[in-house]
């Protein structure tokens, strides 16, 4: 995968810093997109872009901070344009970019959740994810590559962690990844979608305690992702949202 490049957002902590360090492993060139830098601090949580990127370098990569802010459309018409002045393509979109954790996650009925959620997960998550994929379209045509949006999946559960709000957004991603698919496979490029299972993420950690059992790395879907762009024959799952567990038995691949 050297000189492959990627560009991930939400890369700052959680999954897609974990993805973003598993592709600099292989070699890739990882633009680490956004709004938490050293300079512009929006939660107390670890991770910056800047500190991911050290990483994918330190571990074979090139790594690139870039602060985009996905309430601010602009900034991510910025960072593609930067992508296609430098690298002229781009090989992966992971598009992971939500604030989900914004406010208190608790499901209930839905008369007693924040209204704020709606914009933490529906504007900032869903329409964050078609934002980032409309301006990188032209550079994924450009090199045929591949789009993935994370997201979560229950088939088996009438509302996705009883709570309306994500249910919405989660069940949203899904029929995201389905669209894109339709429009970007006559162009060569293949979109999905990926379902984390319970990630130690450092907002989990934050709230349930280090010690908390079970639960998979941040790595864990990044070698989902790996695995994906590395299969010559990943159109097949075009338009899919699959469950990152499943992928493991299906590549053959384990977590850190």
């Known amino acids: ?6 560009v991930v957002t939400g890369a700052a902590r959680g999954i897609g810093r974990g993805i973003a360090l598993v592709l600099g492993e292989a070699g890739a060139i990882v633009y680490a997109a956004d709004r938490e830098s050293r300079d512009h601090r929006h939660s107390a949580l670890p991770g910056t872009i800047e500190d991911t990127a050290e990483q994918v370098t330190a571990r074979g990569g090139i ?7 996905h309430d601010d459309d602009k900034t991510v018409e910025s960072l593609f344009e930067r992508v296609r002045v430098e690298q002229g393509g781009v090989d992966l979109l992971v598009a992971n970019a939500c604030d989900g954790n914004a406010l208190p996650f608790a499901g209930g009925p839905f008369w007693t959740l924040p209204l704020e959620h709606w914009h933490n997960m529906i504007d900032i998550g869903v329409r964050s994810h078609l934002v980032t994929a409309w301006y990188a379209a032209p550079l994924l045509i450009e090199r045929r590559g591949l789009v993935v949006l994370t997201g979560y999946t229950d088939p088996d559960a009438e509302v996705i962690a009883g709570h309306l709000f994500y249910d919405l957004a989660m069940t949203s991603v899904s029929r995201l990844a389905r669209s894109l698919a339709h429009d970007l496979r006559p162009h060569g490029v293949t979109a999905l979608a990926v379902s984390p299972g319970f990630t130690r993420t450092e907002a989990i950690i934050a709230t349930l305690g280090d010690d908390v059992p079970g639960g998979d790395s941040v790595e864990f879907p990044g070698r989902a992702v790996r695995a994906l762009l590395e ?9 899919l949202t699959l469950p990152v567990a499943d992928l493991a038995r299906e590549y053959g691949f384990s977590d850190i």
């Open 63 to 69: 790594g690139i901070p870039v602060r985009v802010d």
């Open 1 to 6: 995968m050297d000189g492959t490049v990627a």
């Open 231 to 239: 299969d010559p024959d990943v159109g097949r799952h075009a338009g």
